[in-house]
């Protein structure tokens, strides 16, 4: 079994990315009011926590942004760079712990400004109209807008997250998938397919209890432990997988494994296999996941090393053409920083 996304989201969160992620690069431009509490504190990756004693210079500490309360007409609005360019499929927006202090309604909407940030002159679109929001208590607290119509089908950079009038919102995810522009990479240009600026995306997995796999894919090296994948410590058989869709098809001609900050818990060794699967629905059933186990080998299973950098190339990697997919496995458990799989586009 996998404890990949829970069936209590939508379908438009599997496969998805969150694009307003801060660990990735998504980026608070510029706000009405943040009074209480900063835009940038809204695209945090963990979830809202709640500190019942924590107070500083302007009142009670909230785990999001927060405008003041307004005694003027209008309403508070921010404005968000995604961390990268992205078709959106829809959004939570949580309200978690702000109780008093939520926002009665909100609107989003988007932009597309081609190397830079929005000016006076950027054309915005709604893609979600004025909709009611509720206190942030327990599950309730998510408040999910699936994008419809042309804007589901468009690329994104910008949002303009606007909040009525007032009020508190912990978190803004953004799902959807990154956009990457292949016809601009030639035939014999080395990328790396499992970028996740490069439409990348973690499927399935064993277990994500310290960390997704989606972390592996990030940018430049890990920042500390919690920067990669990391499962629980593993009591009885078998070993820890990922499926992982590439960002395009291609032939992997390298790939690096690296365990930088896991030192007494890298694992023992890993493999890579892999499969051409174009068109494939996802996500994967379990009849699939299965499956998976027996694709072909690209990396034999090998031995790893802690807080270091993998390299393999040439014979040690098995040349079985193009795929779209692959299986990365962790002998027995343990955590892995960034998985790099350098190749061309098929």
Known sequence: MSDAPSADLPDFTIG??????ARLGAKGLSVTDDFFAPLDRMLQDEPAKFLPDVYDDNGKWMDGWESRRKRVPGHDFGIVRLAMPGVIHGFDVDTSHFTGNYPPHCSIEAAFVDGGDPDDTTVWTEIVAKSALGPGIGAAAHHFFKTSGAASEKV???L?????PDGGIARL???GTAHFDWSKVDASQEVDLAYIYNGAKSLAWSNAHYGVPDQMLG???GINMGDG???ARRRGPGHDWAIIRLGHAGLIHRVVVDTAHFKGNFPDSCELLGANLPGHSEPFNEAEIASSEAWRPILPRQKLQMDHIHDYAGDVLQAIGPVTHVRYAMYPDGGTSRLRLFGTKA
Request: aromatic letters at 18%; hydrophobic letters at 40%.
């Open 173 to 175: 995810r953004v799902y």
């Open 229 to 231: 994948w990391e499962t």
């Open 160 to 164: 303009r997250l606007h909040i009525y």
């Open 156 to 158: 994104w950079t910008h």
């Open 219 to 221: 940018p430049g090296r």
């Open 16 to 21: 998805a990315v969150n694009l307003a992620s």
